[in-house]
């Protein structure tokens, strides 16, 4: 399958950073889940038409070929990412997107729980999770952050695969600052952290 392919070129030291792009007529939400986490740069449905084609190939050109992010009121080498997803793969996929705009002070933690003790340790400037996730998920997690902790001004980003859009509107009722599609152009990204970082002061 697409996904055992694509797993396997992953573990490879030599192509791990290769960038892919899927080209499927699978309309199945729950099939599409693996791949969308692996860190599929676009999902080319079939048959597709050239709007289609065209907004595949400026995701998959816009991560060969990224811009570093400016931001008025933050020093981009100085900014703290925390990003929380339980696969490594999306973590590191990730993380290049993030460092391919200058962002290097990037820190990782697997679910809900780990990005909590991490959060008692120091401050971030961001929190990127993931929404399904083990032992605690992205949901609990933005909850416990904005009324546990009390903290109502970290910008916490959620990047998920999740099309439920009930689930999806609590998400944005426990105080999440962005939710993000998974596969993404990272132009989007780029236009989140405008927003949430540079509107913050």
């Known amino acids: 399958t697409a996904t055992e392919l694509l797993s396997s070129i992953r573990r490879l030291d030599n192509l ?10 699978e309309s199945n939400i729950e099939a599409l889940e693996p791949l969308r986490q692996s860190g599929v740069v676009a999902i080319l449905p079939k048959p597709f ?11 998959t050109l816009q991560h060969i070929d990224p811009t570093e992010i ?8 100085q900014l703290e990412v925390l990003l929380v997803d339980d696969s ?12 391919n705009m200058g962002i290097n002070q990037i820190h990782q933690a697997e679910n809900g729980i780990e990005a909590i003790e991490m959060l008692k340790q120091q401050s971030f400037d961001l929190v990127v999770t993931d929404l399904n996730m083990p032992k605690m998920d992205g949901q609990a997690l933005v909850e416990h952050i904005r009324s546990e902790m009390g903290n109502t001004f970290v910008p916490i980003l959620v990047v998920t695969s999740e099309q439920n859009q009930t689930r999806l ?3 944005e009722q426990a105080g999440v600052s962005a939710i993000l599609d998974k596969p993404f152009e990272p132009e989007s ?3 989140i952290l405008y927003r949430v970082l540079d509107e913050q002061t």
């Open 16 to 25: 791990e950073n290769t960038h892919f792009m899927l080209i499927s007529s």
């Open 49 to 59: 038409d050239h709007a289609n084609l065209q907004r595949a190939i400026r995701t």
């Open 70 to 77: 400016e931001l008025q009121n933050y020093e981009v080498e």
């Open 88 to 99: 490594l793969v999306s973590r590191n996929h990730l993380m290049r997107v993030f460092q």
């Open 169 to 171: 509107g609590q998400v």
């Open 189 to 191: 990204i780029r236009e």
